[in-house]
């Protein structure tokens, strides 16, 4: 049997489907998974398609997962020293459990990590673990180890399968579903990469409890994301519910993990490769992919800072540009703040030194740059935003200008 038909096609006995904008599961009483059960998600993608599966329990449970979709398969888990510090333990016992050979590859935590120099390491590791083509790496970490190891995994051999254990907030909802891999360049973001979708995605909210505040924090961004983008009944049900959500509530947990995987899976379903649609995943990022350029991929600025502040700029920039209504931007300017994170580039540590050229420079970057002109997702309102070529570069400089000149 062709190992790729072991994936899951149609195991997904309560995904739900987000079909247009402002539509929602988010008030379904019944959507929680209860504490013993899990959630799944189908990602509908033909031959390519896989399941995510999210709940309690689900690390002690890898094991019994991965067997059941490749028998025979040994696998590297890829993983990084927080990560391994609290974790790794229980994942190596569960493959241990079933039966499963396994290695681990332990890289620092931290975006440098997306590097050339350790992806050069890691594919190397790989090899010399003689993982083959029907064998499997395990990205067992956040953003940051899910692209790297993803990528190592799409060019390893020409194309090794791969699971996806996200452990932080943003990996859980964003990162890890839809296959985009990569690393950095000093050019910028995620310019160096491949589309490869996993085989498997297993979201454990419990490891959620070891991630530091600020990095919950920053992928609660990526959360507040999907509503601005698609569903206003979501962003208002987390108005509502942002405290139960950091307090790691189990039901308001699964409700985020499933409202944000589910739109997800159904924009990556319907345009994989980002030729339309799922431009608009990128709210926030062309200016916030600027500032991480910036600031130099570090701890200065994390992603989801750096997309909350882009975000609050992106509809600041629909208000000037009158496309809607004003006092949109503060609403989404005071949810962000509540929850601790920045909002203005005023917020990021010496970032006073920076110009609107500098900025504008590497926004060129940007990979919805087509033949010189930058793509910008801008809004309508909450729930309803669209992907805008018409913003010329002056449009630009001259809000950036407006921004950075401390008139604000
Ligand atoms: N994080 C945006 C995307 O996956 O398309």
């Known amino acids: 049997m062709n190992p790729k038909d072991k994936r899951r ?4 006995m309560s995904s739900q489907t987000v079909s247009g904008q402002n539509l929602t599961q988010a008030d379904d009483p019944n959507l929680a998974a209860p504490n013993n059960r899990f959630e799944t998600i189908n990602v509908a993608l033909g031959e390519r398609s896989y399941d995510i599966l999210m709940g309690t329990g689900l690390l002690e449970k890898a094991g019994e997962q991965i067997k059941s979709l490749r028998p025979a398969a040994k696998c590297s888990i890829v993983t990084d020293e927080n990560v391994a510090s609290h974790h790794l333990n229980a994942l190596e016992a569960s493959l241990d459990q079933a039966g499963i050979v396994h290695k681990s590859i332990i890289l620092p935590a931290g975006e440098a ?18 993982i083959e083509r029907n064998d499997l790496v395990i990205a067992f970490g956040g953003g940051v ?6 990528f190592a995994a799409s060019i390893l051999r020409r194309g090794v399968d791969f699971v996806q254990i996200p452990t932080s907030l943003l990996a859980q909802v964003d990162s890890s579903v839809g296959g985009k891999t990569g690393i950095n360049s000093p ?17 454990d909210i419990d490891v959620l409890k070891t991630l530091e505040p600020r990095q919950f924090r920053a992928g609660y961004a990526e959360v507040v994301k999907y509503g601005l983008i698609r569903d206003a009944i ?40 980002e030729h339309g649609l799922r431009a608009l995943l990128n709210l926030g990022h062309t200016f916030g992919h600027g500032f991480e350029a910036l600031t130099g991929y570090g701890e200065r ?25 004003t006092g949109l931007a503060e609403l989404v ?13 005023k917020d990021i540590d010496g970032f006073g030194d920076v110009s609107v050229e500098d900025l504008i420079k590497t926004m060129r970057q940007d990979k919805k740059v087509e033949r010189g002109v930058l793509t910008f997702i801008l809004c309508r309102d909450i729930g309803d ?6 913003m010329s570069e002056d449009n630009l400089r001259e809000f950036l200008d407006f921004k950075l000149s401390g008139t604000d």
């Open 9 to 12: 096609k149609g195991f997904s």
């Open 113 to 130: 990590t997306k590097s050339f120099d350790k992806l050069s390491y890691l594919v190397n590791e790989l090899l010399s673990h003689e």
């Open 333 to 345: 300017r005071s949810h962000f703040k509540e929850a601790g994170l920045p909002t203005s580039m």
């Open 234 to 273: 979501f962003f208002k049900w987390l108005q509502e519910n942002r405290d139960r959500v950091f307090a790691l509530e189990h039901d308001a947990l699964i409700k985020t993990l499933h409202t944000s995987c589910a739109m997800k899976a159904d924009v990556v379903s319907q345009d994989e490769k």
């Open 145 to 150: 180890i899910g692209d790297l190891a993803g």
């Open 301 to 325: 600025l994390l992603h989801g800072e750096a997309i909350a502040i882009g975000m609050v700029l992106a509809f600041e920039f629909s208000e000037r540009a009158g496309l809607c209504k």
């Open 187 to 203: 050019h910028g973001k995620n310019l160096v990469g491949a589309f490869h979708q996993p085989l498997l995605v297993l979201c």
């Open 385 to 390: 935003a669209f992907v805008s070529r018409d």
